[in-house]
T-cell receptor, first 112, second 112 residues
Framework: SQQGEEDPQALSIQEGENATMNCSYKTSINNLQWYRQNSGRGLVHLILIRSNEREKHSGRLRVTLDTSKKSSSLLITASRAADTASYFCATLTQGGSEKLVFGKGTKLTVNP | DAMVIQNPRYQVTQFGKPVTLSCSQTLNHNVMYWYQQKSSQAPKLLFHYYDKDFNNEADTPDNFQSRRPNTSFCFLDIRSPGLGDAAMYLC???????????FGDGTRLSIL
């Protein structure tokens, strides 16, 4: 069953604006990861945040994690047309066999 | 420079005709995964190999099998494809289960 749920399902913004995507999950996690998928391509890992971390940055990406609310957000600042893609959060379950469970994703469109 | 390579990118097979998808990696990673992704859905884990140890997901149909003859190669065999098996099949690798995954560009499977 799905662990992560992204919100919104689709987001359309203008180049230069910031994009925020949210992810909620249900059970305890080891870490939470964000991936990008361009149309017809494989997924590309963006950033990993551990369960004991609250915020992480990588270039124009900022990820937050609130384990008490079981939620995470991905912020892309100063978006570019090349950021157009689907973004997935994925949670690594804890205990027993670790596996990555993906949410349904947010489809981001950045208009030039 | 490609690190996880999937062949072919597009595969067409007939209903009930066995098909094999292949994946190779140059990363020397311990873990190789196979995911099924249907249109606008999250990738769904079918199974993974940790070295030679095979780990099947409980809800993966018996129709799906996998082989990993060596570290570099992993195959997905669909014994009797049904129309519902039409999807993108993604191969991924990671050095450890808790580490980020590196994906190939997938094989899009169509069933006639």
């Amino acid at each position: 069953s799905q662990q992560g749920e992204e919100d919104p399902q689709a987001l359309s913004i203008q180049e230069g604006e910031n994009a925020t995507m949210n992810c909620s999950y249900k059970t305890s996690i080891n870490n939470l990861q964000w991936y990008r998928q361009n149309s017809g391509r494989g997924l590309v890992h963006l950033i990993l945040i551990r369960s004991n971390e609250r915020e992480k940055h990588s270039g124009r990406l900022r990820v937050t994690l609130d384990t008490s609310k079981k939620s995470s957000s991905l912020l892309i600042t100063a978006s570019r047309a090349a950021d157009t893609a689907s973004y997935f959060c994925a949670t690594l379950t804890q205990g027993g066999s670790e596996k990555l469970v993906f949410g349904k994703g947010t489809k981001l469109t950045v208009n030039p | 420079d490609a690190m996880v390579i999937q062949n072919p990118r597009y595969q067409v097979t007939q209903f009930g005709k066995p098909v094999t998808l292949s994946c190779s990696q140059t990363l020397n990673h311990n873990v190789m995964y196979w995911y099924q992704q249907k249109s606008s859905q999250a990738p769904k884990l079918l199974f993974h190999y940790y070295d030679k140890d095979f780990n099947n997901e409980a809800d993966t149909p018996d129709n799906f099998q996998s082989r990993r003859p060596n570290t570099s190669f992993c195959f997905l065999d669909i014994r009797s494809p049904g129309l519902g098996d039409a999807a993108m099949y993604l191969c991924a690798t990671s050095s450890q289960l808790v580490k980020p995954q590196h994906f190939g560009d997938g094989t899009r499977l169509s069933i006639l």
